[in-house]
């Protein structure tokens, strides 16, 4: 007797698009489940919904909207970079704490933003949840270009403990030694104020017409062939114009109280009136290096409390 035929197969579940319907805006904003690493989106199809805002960076084209739940007393970093050889799109990060209405306010505020470097270079923006429950929070991908249509982008975002707490040195003479790669949770209050212009250069300036703000000083080593990243991320809740530089050691090379145009910095950034400045390091010297880092600010009124985050690579 013959043998019957197998049963027929049936086709595999059509794929959805890159949008999936939503992630356009923060009303309509992407869940993500963390950890997340290396996942490949796209903001191509999207619209222009958001443009600037205090402590906003690169907010001028489409962008994808992501939403995050942050535990009470943990912090979230999220970082984006985009295809290198896709020169016309060059991502950049903002973090938005909602609800979703926080997202149109006039005027917006992002709690940390980056929009550093190249299309390949990645950007980090960080956000503690000090408070007692869990905070939802809003991981906007956007871009510099007004005429960019958007483009791929790998996104990465993770969970850890909020920051331990260190507290910033007066002068470069007497520092706080940072003690390692990490997250640092630190204030410029009560802090005198000791450098009123860093110099000249690529040293970030500060308003020398309107300057009596207070200076935190910070050392750390630079390996050999190593990257220094260092970046400063003013308060979401009291936000302020913090102006940061990298002094290569010894103290005298932090100039003194008042203008000096002698300085010379090895690296400053002063890019957004509140959120996170960022300055990069590589030590190609041959042996280990100090440095200072210099955490000012802008006018008088600029005083507060920050995050500083360290890297080495």
Do not use: H
């Not at 959805?16 to 939503?22: C, F, Q």
């Not at 980090?124 to 000090?130: D, F, H, L």
């Not at 510099?144 to 470069?172: I, K, Q, V, Y």
Request: glycine fraction near 14%.
């Amino acid at each position: 007797t013959a043998g019957t035929g197998g049963t027929a197969g049936t086709g595999g579940t059509a794929g959805t698009g890159g949008l999936s319907g939503g992630g356009d805006t923060c009303e309509t904003a992407t869940a993500l489940t963390l950890p997340v690493s290396g996942r490949v989106e796209t903001s191509v199809g999207s619209m222009n919904d958001y443009d600037a805002g205090m402590g906003c960076t690169g907010m001028a084209g489409p962008e994808r909207v992501f939403s995050v739940q942050v535990p009470a007393g943990q912090a979230l970093t999220a970082s984006v970079f985009g295809n290198i050889n896709d020169a016309g799109f060059d991502p950049s990060i903002n973090l938005i704490v909602g609800p979703a209405a926080q997202c149109n306010a006039m005027p917006r505020v992002c709690a940390a933003g980056d929009d550093t470097g190249a299309p390949g270079t990645v950007n980090t923006a960080r956000y503690t949840n000090s408070g007692s429950s869990a905070q939802q929070v809003f991981v906007v991908i956007d871009t510099f270009s007004a005429s960019s249509a958007g483009g791929e982008f790998n996104l990465s975002a993770s969970f850890s403990a909020g920051p331990m707490p260190l507290t910033a040195g007066d002068t470069c003479a007497a520092p706080t030694v940072v003690p390692g790669p990490g997250t640092y949770s630190s204030t410029v209050v009560g802090l005198a104020n000791n450098y009123a212009n860093p110099g000249a250069g690529v040293c970030a300036t500060v308003d020398t017409t309107a300057n009596a703000a207070p200076d935190g000083v910070f050392q750390i080593s630079v390996p050999n062939g190593q990257t220094l990243t260092a970046a400063v991320t003013t308060s979401s809740a009291s936000p302020w114009d913090a102006v940061i530089n990298l002094i290569e050691s010894p103290a005298a090379n932090c100039a003194t109280a008042g203008v000096d145009a002698g300085t010379a910095c090895l690296a400053g950034a002063d890019g957004v009136v509140t959120g996170t400045e960022t300055v990069t390091y590589m030590n190609s010297s041959g042996s280990a290096k100090t440095v200072f880092l210099v955490v000012d600010g802008y006018e008088t009124t600029d005083t507060g409390p920050f995050e500083l985050s360290v890297q080495l690579q």
